[in-house]
Nanobody
């Protein structure tokens, strides 16, 4: 079992920045690829970014490429999402997820464990 706890969400103006954190506990963190997803009201959960077990490989949704950066610290058992140049359409609940595989995935069903989510609201 892996427990994931997100933090760092909040209210920010368009053009601003936020950094989300996701602390993991339970199993060996470095065994898992990690991902960030988001879900806006009335919308399906969508892929944001993923990172492989070592942090050497990342992949982003087109909508966030160049603005968001995913990273991880396997000593601190934490994955991060740095979000810059935020837009109102980035408003959503952001979830981190753990995939029991060394390689990341953009597929929702590939992930085995999920956090409870953190709200990000971007005002115009």
């Amino acid at each position: 079992q892996v427990r994931l706890v997100e933090s760092g969400g909040g209210l920010v103006q368009a053009g601003g920045s936020l950094k989300l954190s996701c602390a993991a506990s339970g199993r060996t963190f470095s065994n898992y690829a990690m991902g960030w997803f988001r879900q806006a009201p009335g919308e399906e959960r969508e892929f944001v970014a993923t990172i492989n077990w070592s942090g050497g490989s990342t992949y982003y949704a087109d909508s966030v490429k160049g603005r968001f950066t995913i990273s991880r610290d396997n000593v601190k058992n934490t994955v991060y999402l740095q979000m810059n140049s935020l837009k109102p359409e980035d408003t959503a609940v952001y979830y981190c997820a753990a995939n029991n595989s060394p390689n990341g995935s953009s597929r929702y069903i590939a992930y085995d464990y999920w956090g409870q989510g953190t709200q990000v609201t971007v005002s115009s």
